[in-house]
């Protein structure tokens, strides 16, 4: 079936550098795509969000990048802090309104001192 | 701190007991979602209510029942569950509108082990 997928499922940067996390979707119908960030005996929590009608949007110290032709997503972090270290979900909402999302299987940021 | 409270925040049962988990968000959000994950996987949609009806139930089993009593509250009904049950259960809620995309906000889960 369709999913969206990661590509690497641990990433260790220095902290200070940026960090890129990308995410392939393969649903074509997918309008509105979201990144979570959910630390250890939490909840996912909001980072940022786009729309299928965006290819780029920032936020505080992060940018979130839409490439529909490719269906690839990303997630920029400037100048990494050790409170960065979390796993990462990307998730797409393809139905609009009040639906379920389909996340990612998740990276692991890691930020070596 | 989240928006969205889920109690209890650990939950031990037996295969026999029943038990239900609750969730609970003033946001004025109309949609509500449980979610399942299990360890080092991403979180899996069961059930979304929309206005305080069930809009999408993904084939879950009957041992889990969902009730919204009111739009600020989401329970989940649990009886009869098994082993490959026990799983972190984490509640959302999101604003909703016909053709309208808004963030899911999440609890911090209740954290489900079945003996």
């Known amino acids: 079936g369709e999913s969206v997928g990661l590509h690497l499922p641990t990433l260790s940067v220095q902290e200070g550098d940026n960090s890129i996390i990308n995410c392939a979707y393969s649903n074509s119908a997918s309008d509105y795509f979201i990144w979570y960030k959910q630390e250890s005996g939490k909840g996912p929590q909001f980072i940022i969000d786009i729309r299928s009608n965006m290819d780029k949007r920032q936020g505080q110290r992060v940018t979130v990048l839409l490439n529909k032709t490719v269906k690839h997503l990303s997630l920029q972090i400037a100048a990494t802090q050790p409170g960065d270290s979390a796993v990462y979900f990307c998730a797409e909402n393809s139905g609009g309104g009040a639906d379920g999302l389909t996340f990612g299987k998740g990276t692991h940021l890691i930020i070596q001192p | 701190d989240t928006e969205v409270t889920q109690t209890p925040k650990h939950l031990v049962m037996g295969m026999t007991n029943k038990k239900s988990l609750k969730c609970e968000q003033h946001?004025?959000?109309?949609?509500m979602y449980w979610y399942k994950q299990k360890a080092k996987k991403p979180p899996e949609l069961m059930f979304v209510y929309s206005y305080e009806k069930l809009s999408i139930n993904e084939s879950v089993p009957s041992r889990f029942s969902p009730e919204c009593p009111n739009s600020s509250l989401l329970n989940l009904h649990l009886h009869a569950l098994q082993p490959e049950d026990s799983a972190l259960y984490l509640c959302a809620s999101s604003r909703t509108g016909p053709d309208s995309n808004q963030p899911q906000h999440f609890g911090d889960g209740t954290r489900l082990s079945i003996l």
């Open positions: 946001m004025g959000h109309r949609a």
